[in-house]
Each structure stands twice: as C-alpha cells, then as structure tokens.
C-alpha cells in the first residue's frame, strides 16, 4: 500500500502552515504592487497611443505590441538574468542588496499587466463620444486638462469591471514568479511537495486560496456592475 | 566600439532551439512548442463549444454542474491546473502520462473553459427571436442551434478565439516548469550551459514568441475589421 | 453563487476521489516487452548529466550508469530530464522507471521511493567569491543560492538559520545568480560545485569553501511498487563494482586528467 494518504491537517498546522501563509503575503504583496503601477503605467500608455504626435503614438503601439506579444514567464527571465547585462553596476549593486528576486517580478508583472490595462483604458475613452473632447477643447481647456477632467473621470468609471479582471489575472499571472524563486504560493506548495511529499494537500490548500481570491474579486465586479453602473438593473447602453 | 550583445551564442545553438536534442532524443525546442500549441488549439475549438453549449443547456443537471467546474478552473493560475493535471490523468487512465500529454491536456482544458464563455457571449448576440423562429418550424432545439445559431455566433466569435490562442501560445512556455523541453526551457538550458549571455538568449526567445503571436494577433484584428464589415453589407 | 460553491465542492470531492484510485502495471517484465526503460536524469549539470553542444547528445557520469543498467536488462535506455523538484513525483506517478540524477538518499525520500546502494558519495560545500569565507559563520546572514527540492536546500536551512535561502530550478541557474551578485553563496554537493566551476569562464574568481555541511550519499530511485528492478539494479552496481566499470566511469569523469579532478575514497557496497 502506498503512503499517499490524504492528510489536510499537515498543512493546516505548523510549519507548512506558515510557509503557505507566507506564500499567501507575498503573493497579495506582489500584486497588489504590480497592480498600482500597472494602472499608472497603463494610463499613461493609453493616452499616448492616442495622442496626435505620431512617434509618441508608434512608441506606445509598439510597447503594447510587444509586452502583450511576448510569454510573461519569458519576460520575468529577461528582468532577472539579463537585467544584469543591460543595466549599469551601481544600478545592479543597489537592487541585488535587497530583495532583486521580488523586485523583478514586480518589473516583470508591472510591464505585462500595464499593456492590457492600457487597450482597456483606451476602449473606455474610445466609448465617450468625441463630441465631449471636441466641446471642452472649444471651452478653452488643453488636449491633456480636457483628458484630465472631462474623459477620464468618465473613462474610468466604465473601465473598472475589466480593470478587475486585469488585477485577477495579474494575480492568477504571480504565481509564475515562481520561475526566478519569489516564494509566493505557488512556490511555497512546490516547497511543500518536494520536503514532505505533501503534494496533494499542498496543491489542495494553494487551489483553494487563489479560488477564494478569484471568487470574491468576480462577486465584487458583479456587485459594481450592479450597483454602481446600472443601479436600475438597465442593461448597458 | 564593443557591443554589450553577443549574439553568436545563439548561431551557436540554433539548431538545439528548433528542434533540441532530435533525432538522437525527443523533439524538442520551437517545433515542440508549435505542436504543442497546435494540437491544444483544435482540442480546445471542440472542448469549448461543447463546455459552452453544456452551459446553455436548459436541463440544470447539467448545466450547473459544467459552469461550476467552468467557473473554478477559470479562477486558478494555469500553473495550478498544470499541476493537478499530473494527479488527475494518471489516476483516470491508470498508468503512466507523459508530461506533453499532460501540459496538452491542461492547456486544452484551461483554454476551452475561457472559450466556453465566449461561445456563451456568442450565442447571446444572436436574437432570441431566431431560436424561437427555428423552433416553431419544427427544429429541435439542438438542431436549431447547429443549423441556425451557431453558424453565426460563430462568426462573431473568430476574432475572440484567436485572441485566445495567442494566450494558448504564450502559456505553453509553462511547460518549462514541469520539464517539457520546449523552446523555453532548451532556452534556460542554454543559458544554464553558457551562463554569460542571458540578456541575448532571452531577448532572442522573446522575439520568436513575438512573432508567432503578432501574426495570429494581426489576424484576429484582421479578421474583426472584414467580418464586421460584411454584417454590415 | 450559493450554488456554484455546493458543485466546486462536490467537483473538488471528485477529484479527490480519483487521485486514491491510481493504480500500478509498471514492472520488471513490462519494462523488458516494452524495450525500452524510462530514465530520469538531470540534462545540464556538468558531469553528471549535460547535453553535449556539438552532437546535442545526453552525457555524464550518471548517464553512464542509466546506459549499463539498461544494458543489464537487455532494453534501450530513454532518458528524460528532470529536476530537483519533480523528481520525485515522476517517480511515483510512473512517468519514469528509475531515477538517477544526483539524487542523496535520505530517510524522508525512503519513504517515498526505494533506493539503490550509493553509486556516489558526495559532501555538501559552497562556493564563494574567492577569499571571501573562511568559516562558516561568514555565511549565516547573506543570501544562499540553492535548488528546489534538494538536500542542499534542508541542509543548508538548518546549519544557517538566519541566512535566506533562495532556492532555483537548477543548479547552473543558482551559479548564474551568483554571478551576478544576487545571492553571495551556492551551495551543493562538492562534484556539482566542481562540476560548475570548472565549466565557467569566470572560475578564477571563485573557490569551493574548505568546510563541508554534510555527507551525501547518491543513490538510483526506484518506485516502491517494483522491487524486482531494484534487485536488478543493485545487482548491476555490484557487478560493476567488481568488474572495474564503476573506477572506469569514476575516472572518466571524476580522473585527475578530467575537469572535475576528485578523489574516490568510496566503494559500491550494500
């Protein structure tokens, strides 16, 4: 008879316990670092992509090209191992001091994540009519205030449902971090498998938790789309 | 002026990152990838009409059951599927997996659970009216749905389906973790081996992906502006 | 939602189910109908197991026990890569018939898988930047660079409690790291190390540390649902043992005209 008996208790308790736990924290850490940064950037890239100053608007394209083009866990290699060739020492020294392994797949996930943020943004501001931009352009405002206070807040609004989504799949994408030894959960229930050959439970735990995250990020959508966007129970327009 | 790139480290190796160690061992490398890409797309066209269609089904034995199981696969990281697929095939077939089989089959599985939703959000678009219209010339529902419906949904689902094989083939990169020696991982074992060239290996493995997934994303938007087009018309 | 949570649990009881349901058919016999025996093997640790750049071939030290015990047992002999981390698991789930990829015997993995006789006895070192360690103790608050799933990593955790360690797929991968000032020390067996050191263009500088952390005896995995093999094997080991194969190999690899000049002060015994 084999030893493979399932045993949720081994990682309910004690030490593995902890490690999940831990896994768990960075895990929430990672994304929700990445997840800020990427709004940001992702922001900045929309507006970009749809300024009139034609290299400014390449260069975006291009960026997103690329980032939504290429396999993230690719991506967080070349942050980590090739990083070191293209970035000058002092820059090297100062990151590999502190924690290089979580900063880079922040970098990585930052970068990805920001592209598909951006083609979101960017449908939300193609859904406000140009007439809006066009009035308060003629009112006096400049291309970016106009941005800034008339099409965003709009934008925005509109665009939070598949920003979500976005955070859920950046927080599904951490567990590739992995790959470059960030012990987030994943990494913790490998851990796990190959000191006490728990796999089953272990996967058991780690499943459960991402479930528990996705879920209550998919019922917080639906309770805006809900409430918020259609709080007469409308369908969109 | 000395370059801080050398790329001869590729030239060197180009041979192992088509095909890796063929034919004195397994296939390997970017002719792996593309075949493992290949075979889990058609799996998944098949696999996600079906979990779709279940979804819809108006008998709720079914249908709650398929969009839980739809619902829960979709809320855990690929890798994790992965994983449970080397616990769940073995146990199924009763006798060993190999590992391609196995990222295949968790690629499939994975990819058809988010093509499901897009064959739902298909089959939505299509008025009621049409089922209804089908039916009361004495169709039955299901002939309805593949005479009538579906071959317009699907149309409207094309540039979506491809959008998600573009995922489907960035995540066989996946398959580096669990060992299947496809381009990614002949890339880490080249950079493991060669230890001074990371930045040109993995600029170069990025620029292959890029341009398989660029083609098939020009594609899909290529596909998006002639359809839409011809509703029109 | 209510609904959607009763059928992932009922989904989830399912699959738990099924993974009691594994069985076996995988034996001595099936092995020999078949002709061919899967063996696992690390695929770029130099000289254990490592492609060959010109003739991308599977090579090593490990390799060449993998093509002996093959040869014993009248089959071809497949090799498959694996790592630290998935060893094990391939082994139980049948995906590979023997193990032989620098693997220590130790008490918890006994529990999991049989083990031959130590093909290999090897002892758990660092390397570090030259001149940089002398004792142990300058290790204990730096970044230690090791593998998932290995010794090295248990080991490593319990002699240096407040280091943290990084654990990466593989071995080069970790070496890498080092290199490039992400973690101060690797550390593993003294034949990977070596192995490690002596195929890297910046070996000057760096040295292995003068103090080891423990004994590593390498022993071949076998699944516990087949003894007969086990048999087979440590009867090939002892064959190879008298016959001289097993120096043979050792100074193939190991010999003082190789890369990786060690001295064998072991012997294949039960």
């Known amino acids: 008879m084999s030893a493979t008996q399932f045993d949720l208790s081994v990682v309910l308790h004690g030490k593995y316990a902890e490690w999940l736990y831990e896994g768990l924290i960075t895990t929430l850490q990672l994304s929700s670092i990445s997840c800020v940064l990427a709004f940001f950037l992702g922001l900045n890239i929309a507006i970009m992509r749809m300024t009139s100053f034609t290299p400014v608007r390449w260069f975006a394209q291009c960026y997103l090209e690329f980032f939504r083009n290429t396999p993230l866990i690719v991506q967080l290699f070349f942050w980590y191992f090739g990083s070191y060739q293209i970035l000058p020492k002092p820059i090297n020294d100062f990151l590999n001091q502190y924690n290089f392994e979580f900063v880079a797949?922040?970098?990585?996930?930052?970068?990805y994540t920001s592209a598909f943020i951006a083609e979101d943004i960017r449908s939300g501001i193609t859904a406000i009519p140009k007439e809006q931009m066009e009035a308060s352009r003629s009112s006096g405002f400049s291309y970016l205030r106009s941005m800034h206070y008339i099409i965003l807040p709009q934008a925005v609004r509109h665009t939070i449902p598949p920003l979500i989504n976005q955070f859920l799949n950046l927080t599904k994408n951490s567990s590739m971090a992995m790959v470059i030894g960030v012990g987030e959960l994943t990494y913790q229930a490998r851990q796990i498998e190959s000191q006490a050959?728990?796999?089953?439970?272990?996967?058991?735990?780690?499943?459960?938790?991402?479930i528990c995250i996705s879920f209550s990020i998919t019922i917080l959508v639906t309770w805006y789309d809900k409430k918020v966007l259609n709080p007469l129970g409308k369908g969109t327009p | 002026m000395e370059s801080i790139f050398d790329f001869s480290v590729i030239s060197d190796n180009f041979l192992q990152l088509l095909i890796g160690r063929y034919p004195h061992g397994p296939l390997g490398g970017l002719a792996l990838t593309?075949?493992?890409?290949?075979?889990?797309?058609?799996?998944?066209?098949?696999?996600?009409?079906?979990?779709?269609?279940?979804?819809?089904?108006?008998?709720?034995?079914?249908?709650?059951?398929?969009?839980?199981?739809?619902?829960?696969?979709?809320?855990?990281?690929?890798?994790?599927?992965?994983?449970?697929?080397?616990?769940?095939?073995p146990s199924i077939t009763g006798g060993k997996i190999p590992e391609n089989t196995t990222v295949i089959c968790a690629l499939s599985i994975f990819t058809s659970c988010y093509i499901s939703q897009i064959v739902i959000a298909g089959i939505a678009s299509i008025p009621r009216g049409q089922t209804e219209a089908s039916i009361s010339t004495g169709l039955t529902y299901w002939q309805s749905m593949r005479y009538i419906i579906l071959p317009q949904g699907l149309r409207n689902m094309i540039p979506s389906f491809v959008n998600q094989f573009v995922s489907l083939i960035k995540d066989t990169s996946l398959g580096y973790i669990v060992g299947v020696s496809e381009i990614t991982q002949v890339a880490m074992q080249i950079n493991n081996r060669t230890q001074i060239h990371s930045a040109e290996i993995f600029i170069f493995l990025a620029f292959i992906y890029f341009i398989i997934c660029f083609i098939f994303t020009s594609l899909s938007r290529w596909l998006e502006k002639s359809l839409s087009w011809k509703k029109v018309i | 939602m209510k609904l959607n949570r009763r059928f992932f649990l009922v989904a989830l009881s399912t699959l738990t189910f099924l993974s009691f349901t594994k069985q076996s058919y995988a034996d001595v016999t099936e092995i020999k109908k078949k002709g061919s025996i899967i063996v696992g093997v690390k695929d770029s640790l130099y000289p254990f197991g490592f492609v060959d750049e010109k003739t991308r071939r599977l090579q090593g030290y490990d390799i060449d026990f993998a093509n002996e015990i093959g040869k014993k047992l009248g089959v071809k002999v497949e090799l498959k890569a694996v790592t630290s981390a998935n060893r094990i698991p391939l082994l139980s789930e049948e995906n590979v018939d023997l193990l032989i990829c620098t693997m220590t015997i130790t008490p918890e993995r006994a529990k999991e898988i049989n083990f031959s006789y130590p093909y290999f006895i090897s002892k758990q070192k660092f390397i570090v930047k030259k001149g940089s360690v002398k004792s142990l103790k300058d290790l204990d608050d730096k970044k230690i660079g090791t593998t998932k799933g290995s010794t090295s990593e248990k080991n490593a955790a319990a002699k240096l409690p407040n280091a943290k360690i990084i654990s990466y797929d593989d071995y080069p991968q970790a070496y890498l790291a080092m290199q490039q000032e992400k973690v101060f020390a690797i550390t593993t067996d003294e034949s990977i190390l070596a192995g490690i050191l002596s195929r890297s263009i910046k070996k000057k500088d760096f040295e292995l540390s003068s103090f080891d952390i423990s004994k590593e005896p390498y022993g071949v995995g076998v699944n516990k649902k087949n003894p007969?093999?086990?048999?087979?094997?440590?009867?090939?080991?002892?064959?190879?043992?008298?016959?001289?194969?097993?120096?043979?190999?050792?100074?193939?690899?190991?010999?003082?005209k190789s890369q990786v000049p060690l001295v064998r002060d072991f012997k294949i015994v039960p």
């Open chain 2, 34 to 89: 593309l075949i493992l890409a290949f075979i889990s797309v058609i799996l998944s066209i098949f696999g996600g009409l079906i979990l779709g269609l279940l979804c819809i089904s108006r008998n709720k034995f079914i249908s709650l059951p398929i969009i839980a199981i739809v619902n829960i696969v979709r809320a855990m990281p690929l890798l994790m599927v992965i994983f449970w697929m080397f616990f769940i095939l």
């Open chain 3, 228 to 256: 007969e093999l086990l048999k087979i094997v440590n009867q090939t080991l002892l064959e190879m043992e008298k016959n001289g194969k097993a120096n043979e190999t050792f100074t193939k690899w190991f010999g003082p």
């Open chain 1, 105 to 111: 797949a922040v970098i990585a996930l930052t970068f």
């Open chain 1, 197 to 210: 050959f728990k796999s089953f439970e272990a996967f058991f735990a780690a499943t459960f938790i991402y």
